[in-house]
């Protein structure tokens, strides 16, 4: 790669008044589908311009990300290369917000945080936001309850968001990377966690993507709608009462998860360190490092 040469085409450069960015790149930690649904519904929510593409040949593996080929009667019509973009939308009120979307990169991510910040610099980005969700020790029948990571110099974000009690060595996703940039540059980041009951982690759980979209708006003051995922939530809970229901040994599992974590302490979010810290901790760690049962 010529170091000259930036690692992101810059499509169109609109006029932006301090955008929150709000990313979710694929590949990371995502129980329950949670980030990727959330951005999903966001994007989906309002129409968006194409702002700036990242050059994908010098980021992402193809053969462990391959592109998709659509065959008609033998005959290859097309093939989808998978994409890192940059997009620009507003909310209700007319908020400017930016999302990053797309894989998360393979390769360069030194490099591709630098084009992160530069573009947050283009556009005068006040805030960035990620999204990730991981399988945690707590009941699908009460609120999802999220947990954040911050770089020092935006600490004051964690004060209504809870956290993962005790110190934790896992390897890293892009947006601890993106944290440790942005580290006292004026940009405040918080990566926002959702956690999902590790029984339903490798299912879809809208419950957390809700919470995730209220999570940025608590952060943010941003005006976003969750109504469609709180709907897909609502029958997401019915399927999985029906599953535990069927099993006393499950019914008995939630109801001791309901108890510990009805017994904790909130705050303005409903986050809160639940009682059995070394146990989430140690679930998230087995977790990160890829050695969960399946």
């Known amino acids: 790669m010529d170091p000259d040469l930036p690692l992101f085409d810059l499509i169109t450069e609109p006029i932006l008044r301090d955008p929150v960015l709000i990313i979710s790149l694929e590949g990371w930690v995502d129980a329950g589908l949670g980030a990727s649904a959330a951005m999903s519904s966001l994007l989906g929510s309002s129409p968006t311009d194409l702002v700036a593409t990242f050059d994908a040949d010098e980021l992402l593996d193809q053969r462990a990300r391959r592109p998709i080929a659509r065959i008609v009667d033998g005959v290859t019509t097309e093939l989808r290369w998978p994409e890192i973009e940059l997009r620009s939308g507003v909310d209700s009120q007319g908020r400017d917000i930016l999302y990053l979307t797309g894989p998360e990169p393979d390769v360069q991510w030194r490099s591709f945080t630098d084009a992160v910040y530069d573009l947050c610099l283009r556009f005068d980005v006040t805030t960035v936001v990620g999204l990730g969700a991981f399988p945690a020790p707590a009941p699908h029948t009460r609120p999802v309850k999220l947990a954040a990571t911050v770089p020092s110099s935006s600490a004051h974000l964690l004060e209504n968001v809870g956290l993962v009690p005790g110190e934790l060595e896992v390897p890293a996703g892009i947006t601890f990377a993106l944290e440790q940039r942005l580290e ?16 339903v982690a490798a299912m879809a759980f809208p419950q957390a993507s809700a919470a995730l979209v209220e999570g940025i708006i608590e ?50 979010l409903g986050v809160d360190e639940i009682p ?11 977790f990160l490092r890829g050695d969960q049962d399946s």
């Open 184 to 199: 006292d540059t004026g940009i405040d980041m918080i990566t926002l966690w959702a956690r999902v009951p590790h029984y």
């Open 219 to 268: 952060i943010t003051g941003l005006q976003l709608s969750s109504g469609d995922l709180h709907a897909a939530a609502d029958a997401a809970r019915r399927q999985v009462d029906d599953l535990i229901s069927s099993n006393p040994e499950h019914v008995a599992m939630v109801r001791a998860l309901e108890v510990s974590l009805d017994a904790s302490e909130g705050n303005t």
């Open 276 to 286: 059995s810290g070394d146990e989430l901790a140690a679930e998230l760690e087995q």
